[in-house]
Every structure is written in structure tokens, then in C-alpha cells.
């Protein structure tokens, strides 16, 4: 079995704010798992402070090569403000992420060059104080026991990192756990030697 895809993802809503030559740039960074939720959350944005010069965005749905990207200018010239955030996010590690800069004009142009700076440092400023979990792919898993076994299962489920979702108890115990699928071998393993063979766990889908 391969092993589970693990990567960093936001922990959370986050927000910074940095000024540069009296305009504010002020970054929003938050977890996304679609391209709709990676909209959803800009037009969030967009509706909270509309009055704002730009709203300039780069998200990674996704991880590794698997991932689904996108950027914009949101009007600022061609190449100045998504592609640096975006460059510091693929720079970061970090997989379903979406970065929105919001800029108010503060009067002075900064020139390309200046954005350029401006946009990339208020992307590194976010991520810099930005709250990270690990990402763990996992699956759920049926397994069908006796009650003879049931209380070993339960803890041998616990030592492999199993979270047992739903219980239902009639001729015999029908478990519904969650495991990381790095654990899902381990686990099985242990379990056909506890059972002789006659309990195999069947993977149900993602988690």
C-alpha cells in the first residue's frame, strides 16, 4: 500500500496587515479543498471590504502533483501582484491554501518593481505567522466481529490511530472507524492474527 499523502495545510482563518508607502496591504490566508470554496472565500473578502483597490488572490488546491492553481492581478499591471504571492506560496510547502492581498491605494505609486516587492512581502508576512496542521488522508473502514472480540478490537483500533465513527450491535458488532491509511495495514494485519484470519476490515471510502 502507498504511503498516505501528508502535507501541511492553514489551522485556520488568518489575517496580517502591512503598510508600504501609505497604502495598506492586508493579507487573508485560509484552508480551500475546492476551486468553489477557493471562490466562495474571495468573494467573501471581496464583500467585506469593497471600497479596496484590488483584491489580488493565489490558491493551490491540492498538494504535490496533484494540485489545481490559480492567480489574478485583480487589475494591477500583468504580472506585478499574483504571480509574486503565487511564488512565495509554491515556495511555502503548503497545500490547499488560498492568499488574498487586499490593497488600499495609499496616493503614491510604488512602480512595478515596488508592487512586485510589496505583494510578494505581504504574502511572506501572512504565511510567516500563519498556523499550519498536517494533512493525513484516511479512510473508513466496516469491520464485523463477534462480541468475544469486540472490547480487543476497540483498543487495537485505538493503538493504530483509529477513530471509531459508528457502532451497531445485532447478531454481531458492526464497526465503523476512521484510520490514516498509513495505519490501515498495520491494523489489518493485526487483526487477521487476532481472528485467525476470519475478520478482514473493508474499506469503505475516504474520510
Known amino acids: 500500500m502507498p504511503p498516505g499523502k501528508r502535507y501541511r495545510i492553514p489551522a485556520e482563518k488568518h489575517r496580517v496587515e502591512i503598510v508600504v508607502v501609505n497604502s495598506r496591504f492586508i493579507t487573508t490566508i485560509d484552508r480551500v479543498t475546492s476551486v468553489d470554496e477557493a471562490k466562495a472565500i474571495l468573494n467573501a473578502v471581496r464583500a467585506e471590504m469593497p471600497d479596496a483597490s484590488h483584491h489580488v488572490h493565489a490558491y493551490r488546491v491540492g498538494y504535490g502533483n496533484s494540485v489545481i492553481e490559480s492567480l489574478s492581478d485583480d487589475g494591477e499591471p500583468s504580472g506585478t501582484a499574483g504571480p509574486p504571492v503565487m511564488a512565495v506560496l509554491r515556495g511555502s510547502d503548503?497545500?490547499?491554501?488560498?492568499?488574498?492581498?487586499?490593497?488600499?491605494?495609499?496616493?503614491?505609486?510604488?512602480?512595478?518593481?515596488?508592487?512586485?516587492?510589496?505583494?510578494?512581502?505581504?504574502?511572506?508576512?501572512?504565511?510567516?505567522?500563519?498556523?499550519?496542521?498536517?494533512?493525513?488522508?484516511?479512510?473508513?473502514?466496516?469491520?464485523?466481529?463477534?462480541?468475544?472480540?469486540?472490547?480487543?478490537i476497540k483498543r487495537m483500533i485505538a493503538q493504530h490511530n483509529g477513530v471509531i465513527d459508528d457502532e451497531s450491535f445485532a447478531g454481531e458488532v458492526t464497526i465503523m472507524a476512521i484510520f490514516p491509511v498509513d495505519d490501515i495495514e498495520p491494523f489489518t494485519a493485526d487483526l487477521t492474527e487476532l481472528s485467525a484470519g476470519r475478520i478482514e476490515p473493508i474499506i469503505l471510502g475516504d474520510a
Open 94 to 152: 503548503i497545500g490547499d491554501i488560498i492568499v488574498i492581498v487586499t490593497r488600499y491605494f495609499g496616493g503614491t505609486k510604488l512602480g512595478t518593481g515596488g508592487l512586485v516587492r510589496a505583494y510578494g512581502d505581504a504574502a511572506r508576512e501572512g504565511l510567516k505567522t500563519l498556523k499550519t496542521e498536517e494533512k493525513i488522508e484516511k479512510k473508513l473502514l466496516g469491520i464485523e466481529t463477534s462480541y468475544s472480540l469486540y472490547e480487543q
